[in-house]
């Protein structure tokens, strides 16, 4: 009984200061504020139960946020979010060519225009900016967030990045789609 | 290297996950190059705008609570009924016998609570609050080097509500601690910071929220330091701040 209560209380002092961020990232991926409660109530109840399979010593936030995506993408809004994301990695390879100057464009976007931004992405380019500009994890601690390998993380977030910044651009122009 | 080259890396480099010595040669293109450097510029700004809208939901205090519960070692286990068959007696014994270890062990809370929430209301009664007065994280973070025997990082407060007063110098047990006095709409959060002890730890086991004649008061350790928030600010203002504060470690 100890050692379960000792366990217990170890799993909250990682897992409670992470509460904040794991509800914002829920709510941007399921877009529905009971959805994301329903989310974050799955993600700890599994961790916990889950909780004597996590190894002392590594990367305990990676661990959860990756409980938290698997069972987002398992939800029904999860499926019905990434069903047409299927061929994404195929085109790793193609370069990022450089699109017209942006800056200009881009000092003019505004706080709002972010958020409709992000909320209009796929939902994988949606999560892997957050997760890199909101939560500033490491490229690797991302790579260990959504079980991919390092490059596909820079490829990725590469290709999300400039479909925001087209987002961007294409509001910023008065080209509304 | 052509600057179509140089802005594919110029993301990563902003990441910081760059290679040091190719991270140096970007650098150098970056001081030649207008075109790049102002990419550059509009890319590092897009990050931190992005940094700044993708911090919109946050929970509800009620949701916080709920997970904290869901969270206690379960007491229905089946054996507690048999306990309770056996008697009511041996209860009635434990407690005679913990009773006063348990009430022990209240009592370094309170005493803690209470001189905490007295430093709070001596800073708002004082004519000088903080000895640095400051709304600029730079000028207040050196200023309590070579004060204290540890660092700490200052919260992001920018797109927030939050203003930063300043801060000073206090002591809580005979150690040296950080008071930083923070203001929201009309009301003043003190965020005191020490170096973690095991007292301390004992002292506060579990107590994550805490009322102390009507003020808020919300504790946790991170990197080997124990924080405090105490005000009469509502929760939510709490809860953001401390998020604040946990995501300035990182």
Known sequence: MGRDRDKAQEFEQLAMPLFGPLYNLAQWLTQDRSDAEDLVQETYAKALKGFDSFQPGTNFRAWIYRILRNTFLTSRTGLKATASLDDEEADVAAPATTDTPESLLLARADHDAFQRALQQLPVTHREIILLCDVEEMSYREIAEALAIPIGTVMSRLARARKAMRQLLQQWATGAHS | ?250
């Open chain 2, 1 to 250: 290297m052509s600057c179509d080259r140089w802005q594919e890396k110029i993301d990563v480099y902003l990441d910081a996950e760059l290679p040091e010595a190719e991270a140096h040669e970007l650098e150098a293109h970056l001081h030649d190059c207008s075109a790049c450097s102002s990419e550059a510029l509009a890319r590092s700004e897009m990050k931190r705008d992005i940094h700044l809208a993708g911090k919109a939901f946050a929970p509800s205090p009620e949701f916080r609570r709920r997970i904290q519960a869901s969270l206690e070692p379960k007491r229905t286990h089946p054996a507690w009924l048999w306990a309770a068959a056996v008697g009511a007696m041996g209860v009635a014994v434990l407690l005679i016998v913990l009773g006063p270890l348990l009430l022990r062990r209240e009592v370094p809370r309170e005493r803690l609570l209470s001189e905490l929430t007295d430093l709070h209301v001596t800073t708002l009664a004082s004519a000088n609050r903080v000895d640095v007065i400051s709304s600029d994280k730079h000028t207040v973070k050196p200023w309590f080097q070579g004060k204290l025997p540890f660092t700490f990082n200052l919260p992001e407060l920018e797109g927030s509500p939050f203003e930063l007063v300043g801060g000073k110098l206090t002591y809580l047990d005979q150690s040296p601690g950080a008071e930083l006095l923070f203001a929201v709409r009309k009301h003043v959060l003190s965020v005191f910071i020490f170096k973690d002890s095991p007292e301390l730890d004992r002292a506060l086991a579990n107590a994550e929220l805490m009322h102390k004649l009507s003020f808020n008061i919300e504790s946790w350790t991170a990197s080997g330091l124990r924080y405090f928030i105490i005000t009469d600010a509502g929760q939510t203002d709490v809860d953001d701040l401390r998020a604040r504060l946990v995501a300035a470690v990182q």
